[in-house]
């Protein structure tokens, strides 16, 4: 994405809002004008930037924590057929269960804390990102691995030098695809028992307090989140993966 | 020695060299290099495939260092690498020799197929194999780049004295750098026919009656039923 083209984007998208705001003509959709007053008003005097760095903090933790467990275990199943083999079974057994259903469950055991709700998000991105770093794993060339262990390389140095960096790339895909869904997960998240988060302010100002523009600065501001997401997800497949923006 | 192994696709070329490289086993019998039995790489014999063989991820000059990597990696334990150590500046001397010192900064995505051969080529000899195993090394290339490959593995070959097997499917290719030249037929193979070629590392070797006719008789083995 170029900044350019973003703030352009940017911009037709308020200009529709604000032509849609204009022509329903109702409090519920209040104009981006009204909604930017809310947001900074919110920022500079309400409490939307603690609001928003609860949530940032548990989007960015479950990732990391995702990251962390699913890339070195896709790795060994994208290795190792046999392995593979004992456990995709199992993956695709739990991978289509969809995990806010778990939201309950994950409360009553790891409490109503930050951690139930990182969990609920890693089950998401987990199993992305293992069967992504998996399948990347195992669709590297033979030729490449023979040739590697040809130079002496065995199955540590395999790891090392040819595996690792190779899921690099499909880590930062898999990170990429889950942002939205993350979000997406982390609203639910914050529905629970929290006084902390965008999730909750989001409800509590469009569903208990009524203040429309309010509520829509915090979409805003999850929006603005995903971008920065986006962005940071970008610069990192920059630094880490160079080969893959020199043809 | 200099050897050369043709045959048609599917004749188990490619798995005698394999075996010679030790990344796969005979179900019988046993196949020894240097006298001793193969059972695993041995850090002394080099490899090039014909395709695919680089980290697409690392620059050039990182591929060409990829085996004095992994031997650090494990420190000269005999076993992954040999107990002597190589001098890591031979790494800016192999990029220049095969003219790759321009492009020491790109990527294999970036480069042409013969510059990527030729990092493969320097990624081998810098662990000074005493054996460099060739698997249709060139077969990708267009015919000029091919030709001219060919002369470097001869030229490589003086200079670092080692022995040579290639394997490959074109008549010419096995004629000019192979010295015995084993001809398979379908598999399964019992015994191969193995032609001398006299004017072997003569200059001007693809020019002379000898090699043509060396290539009529190969092509006339090749064909046989």
């Not at chain 1, 960015?60 to 046999?82: D, E, I, K, T, Y």
């Not at chain 1, 030098?161 to 869904?181: D, K, W």
């Not at chain 2, 150590?85 to 321009?102: F, H, K, M, N, Y």
């Not at chain 2, 004295?161 to 030249?181: C, D, W």
């Amino acid at each position: 994405m170029r900044r350019r083209e973003t703030l352009y984007a940017l911009l037709v998208l308020l200009i529709l809002w604000y032509l849609l705001a204009v022509l329903v003509n109702r409090n519920i959709l209040p104009t981006p004008i009204a909604v930017a007053e809310a947001l900074w008003k919110e920022t500079t005097q309400g409490q939307l930037m603690a609001h928003f760095l609860a949530s940032l903090w548990r989007v960015v933790a479950s990732m990391l924590v995702s990251v962390l467990l699913a890339a070195p275990a896709g790795l060994v199943l994208g290795q190792s057929p046999r392995i593979n083999r004992l456990v995709s079974p199992m993956i695709y057994w739990l991978y289509p269960i969809p995990k806010v259903v778990l939201v309950p469950v994950v409360m009553l055991f790891l409490g109503i804390r930050d951690p139930a709700k990182i969990v609920i998000i890693f089950l998401i991105l987990f199993f992305q990102i293992l069967v992504l770093v998996r399948d990347q794993a195992a669709a590297l060339r033979p030729e490449l691995i023979l040739s590697v262990r040809s130079l002496g390389a065995g199955r540590r140095a395999l790891f090392r030098f040819v595996y690792l960096p190779a899921s690099l790339p499909a880590i930062l895909t898999a990170l990429r695809q889950s942002v939205g869904t993350a979000i997406a997960v982390l609203y639910v998240a914050e529905l629970f028992a929290t006084q902390l988060g965008l999730g909750y302010y989001i409800y509590l100002n469009g569903s208990t307090l009524y203040n429309y523009p309010a509520m829509y600065a915090g979409i805003v501001a999850l929006s603005m989140m995903g971008m920065l997401l986006y962005f940071g997800i970008d610069a990192l497949e920059k630094r880490l993966c160079p080969w893959m923006f020199r043809k | 020695m200099a050897w050369a192994v043709l045959g048609p696709s599917g004749c188990g070329k490619t798995t005698l060299l394999y075996l010679l490289a030790g990344l796969q086993f005979p179900s019988r019998g046993k196949v020894f290099v240097d006298g001793q039995p193969v059972t695993r790489p041995r850090p002394q014999t080099g490899l090039i495939l014909q395709e695919y063989g680089l980290l697409p991820w690392a620059t050039i000059r990182q591929n060409v260092s990829l085996g004095l990597q992994v031997r650090a990696f494990y420190g000269p334990d005999g076993r992954h690498a040999p107990a002597q150590q190589i001098d890591p500046t031979d790494v800016e001397s192999w990029l220049s020799r095969l003219g790759l010192a321009e492009h020491a900064e790109k990527y294999p995505g970036q480069l042409s197929g013969g510059q990527r051969q030729r990092t493969a080529i320097a990624r081998t000899l810098i662990l000074q194999p005493d054996l460099l195993l060739m698997d249709e090394p060139f077969a990708a290339l267009d015919a000029p780049t091919r030709l001219d490959l060919e002369d470097l593995t001869l030229q490589l070959r003086l200079e670092q004295r080692f022995t040579s097997v290639i394997v490959t499917h074109t008549i010419e290719e096995a004629a000019y750098l192979g010295q015995s030249v084993l001809v398979l037929g379908a598999a399964p193979n019992h015994t191969g026919k193995i032609f001398s070629n006299s004017v072997f590392g003569q200059p001007n070797g693809r020019e002379s009656p000898a090699f043509r006719e060396l290539c009529a008789a190969l092509r006339a083995k090749l064909e046989e039923k």
